[in-house]
């Protein structure tokens, strides 16, 4: 069985701040996606990286998947209150079905 | 727009008394899938279907069904609900290749006493 692990679980920061939360993994993955899920919605997609090593940049947040296909981080840079919410990763293998982790709850003050 | 929708939103029942949960998508997307969600276990799936007519098992299947008579819709049935399926309820649909970006519907929040 493919898990991954999201670290840390929870988040507490000030408007401004930077951060970086990471999902980690014995398996290897054909993919990697990132979802945010706000209070009372459904995840949206945030971001997937396929390549070992690829880094990819959504405005003020950064993806970067590990060169072994194990792992991956976001960074947050200059964190508002907006992107308050739970951060997953889930992983895509050989089959048909996605592997989540359990997600890290970020909390962002004004 | 491009949307996956689930009903109800909210639901109270009680143990043993059938329900359905009902998932449509506009996206013409080959598969869909069923969640739940769970504080401290994260999001697990139930049921998967890769098209009309094929559904499969997921990680936590027992207590439910599934069916796929149209590409659009993928209802879920809960036969003789438990307390235990108390929980947040996800239906999402992608294209069926690689990578399998879900798109997800807004939830349906469950309550069996």
């Known amino acids: 069985t493919q898990l991954l692990e999201q670290s840390p679980q929870f988040l507490s920061i000030q408007e401004g701040e930077n951060l970086t939360v990471y999902c980690n993994s014995s398996?290897?993955?054909?993919?990697l996606q990132w979802y945010r899920q706000e209070p009372g919605e459904g995840p949206v997609l945030l971001v997937t990286v396929v390549t070992g090593g690829e880094v990819k940049k959504l405005k003020r947040l950064t993806f970067q998947f590990g060169d072994a296909r194990k792992d991956s981080s976001l960074h947050i840079t200059a964190a508002q209150p907006g992107d308050t919410g739970l951060y997953l990763c889930?992983?895509?293998?050989?089959?048909?079905?996605?592997?989540f982790g359990k997600g890290t709850l970020l909390t962002v003050n004004p | 727009e491009a949307q996956v929708t689930q009903n109800p939103r909210y639901l109270i029942t009680v143990t043993g008394k059938k329900l359905t949960v009902t998932c449509s998508q506009n996206m013409n997307h080959e598969y869909m899938s069923w969640y739940r969600q769970d504080p401290g276990l994260g999001l697990r799936q139930i049921y998967y279907?890769?098209?009309?007519?094929?559904?499969d098992k997921g990680d936590v299947p027992e207590g439910y069904k599934v069916s796929r008579k149209e590409k659009r819709n993928f209802p879920l049935i809960l036969e003789s609900p438990s307390p235990n399926q108390t929980s947040l309820y996800f239906c999402a649909s992608s294209w069926a290749r690689g990578p399998y970006e879900q798109y997800f519907g807004p939830g349906t929040r469950l309550t069996v006493t």
């Open positions: 398996s290897v993955f054909s993919s």
């Open positions: 279907s890769m098209n009309v007519e094929v559904t």
């Open positions: 889930a992983g895509g293998g050989s089959n048909y079905k996605l592997t």
